[in-house]
């Protein structure tokens, strides 16, 4: 099935320049880019985005980290796309993701994890429409 996802290529990725090397690594496993800027994260935005962690006492950190220098947003596709790109990451803490996934070679810990994925249908939905218009993105 032919879906569409969220990635941000996080502070960390930016501040490292290895959004290309990224990108790039999703080019390779077949997926096309539909959509794609560079933002600025407000703290509204931010709250929206993270709503699930919104009330916790980290949510600062996050907020001010997310905010932190302009971020790209971008919009992928291809064949189940959202399993395969959370695999290609790895688990949220690069710390414990494996050698060969992209948070494995080039994160540094659970917040400075290079990219945020989507992890549903649902999900992707909701945070590509937050984002983008209907008319930014495109099918490839």
Request: charge should be neutral; proline fraction near 5%; include cysteine.
């Amino acid at each position: 099935m032919i879906q569409q996802t969220l990635i941000i290529f996080k502070p960390d990725c930016m501040a490292k320049n290895l959004m290309g090397q990224v990108l790039a690594r999703f080019e390779k496993e077949g997926f096309t880019l539909a959509a794609c800027k560079m933002t600025v994260l407000t703290d509204a935005l931010l709250r929206q985005h993270y709503s699930h962690i919104a009330d916790k006492p980290f949510f600062p950190s996050v907020a001010g980290f997310m905010g932190s220098r302009p971020v790209v947003v971008a919009v992928l596709q291809g064949e189940n796309i959202i399993v395969r790109v959370r695999d290609l990451l790895g688990p949220t803490d690069s710390l414990a993701a494996p050698k060969g996934t992209i948070r494995g070679d080039l994160g540094q810990d659970k917040m400075n994890n290079i990219c945020h994925a989507s992890d549903s249908p649902e999900a992707a939905a909701a945070e590509i429409a937050r984002f983008f218009a209907s008319s930014e993105v495109f099918s490839a």
